[in-house]
């Protein structure tokens, strides 16, 4: 039985999802500063319930990008450990 662990295709994965979810996150902040001159439209109570829908958005949009990036911390994570096991099975069979 083989196993090996390719640290430069898993780095590559890594830096994949980081420009990923930055592009996301550059996206996102390009439609919040247009929702904001939104509320400028308005007054009285629409003003109000617009800026309440806009706040409401903008948390999720703060839930989607910290679940975008959950994947790259946790494969960030995974590869050091893989690559600690591996080290050390490799010592284990020299």
Same mark, same amino acid.
């Given at each position: ?32 500063? %247009?929702? @904001?001159? &939104?509320?400028? #439209?308005?007054?009285?109570? /629409? ?5 309440? +829908? ?20 946790? %494969?960030? @994570?995974? &590869?050091?450990? #893989?690559?600690?096991?591996? /080290? ?5 069979? +020299?």
């Amino acid at each position: 039985m083989t196993i090996s662990f390719d640290s430069d295709r898993h780095a590559l994965l890594v830096a994949e999802l980081r420009a990923s979810a930055l592009a996301i996150r550059v996206c996102l902040h390009e439609l919040e500063e %247009a929702v @904001k001159e &939104g509320s400028e #439209l308005w007054s009285g109570e /629409a003003r109000h319930t617009y800026e309440t +829908a806009q706040q409401e958005w903008t948390r999720s949009m703060k839930d989607m990008h910290s679940a975008l990036e959950q994947p790259s911390t946790t %494969a960030e @994570k995974s &590869g050091t450990a #893989l690559c600690g096991a591996n /080290a050390i099975v490799a010592r284990m069979w +020299a």
